[in-house]
């Protein structure tokens, strides 16, 4: 599961020309579901979310949360997230999850913020949305629930390479 997450100072989303979420101070959050993504996942990365230092204190420093300013969350399903662009000109999206599942854990993700006492509106599923943000910074952040560490995989591939080369 992937986020951007953005620090807004107010965010809307419409279908159709028509608002269906609005909020203000607070978190616009585009989720992408992948395959393989899980409850877990979702848990995860609503607290994270939530618990992130990302709003200034009374200094200016990056030190209080979502919960602690009282913010709102815009939680949008974006499935060009779980796309890649590795091969080619036109983006491959084999790692999104299946509809009907991604939508499932999406309101689940959406179930596990509100649970942490945070006001959530969303956009729709599967819709084309027009989302209005004023970014407030910016502040941006890319959130994954995979707790991938691609220095540690380039060396152990580097070290399979060798171990190979010299077999």
Partial sequence: MKIVLQRVKEARVEVEGRTVGRIGRGLCLLVGIEKGDTGEDADFLARKAVELRIFPDEAGKM??????????????????????????????????????????????????????????????????????????????????????????DLKRVSKEVREKSVS
């Avoid at 399903?77 to 999104?96: E, I, M, N, Y």
């Avoid at 179930?111 to 943000?133: K, P």
């Fill in 63 to 152: 030190n209080l949360s979502l919960a602690d300013v009282g913010g709102e969350v815009l939680a949008v399903s974006q499935f060009t997230l779980a796309g890649s662009v590795r091969k080619g000109r036109r983006p491959s999206f084999d790692g999104a999850e299946e509809p009907a599942r991604a939508e499932a854990l999406f309101t689940h993700f959406v179930d596990s913020v509100r649970g942490l006492g945070v006001r959530v509106e969303t956009g729709v599923f599967q819709a084309v949305m027009a989302v209005h943000i004023v970014n407030d910074g910016p502040v941006t952040f890319i959130l994954e629930s995979r707790r991938t560490n691609p220095l540690a």
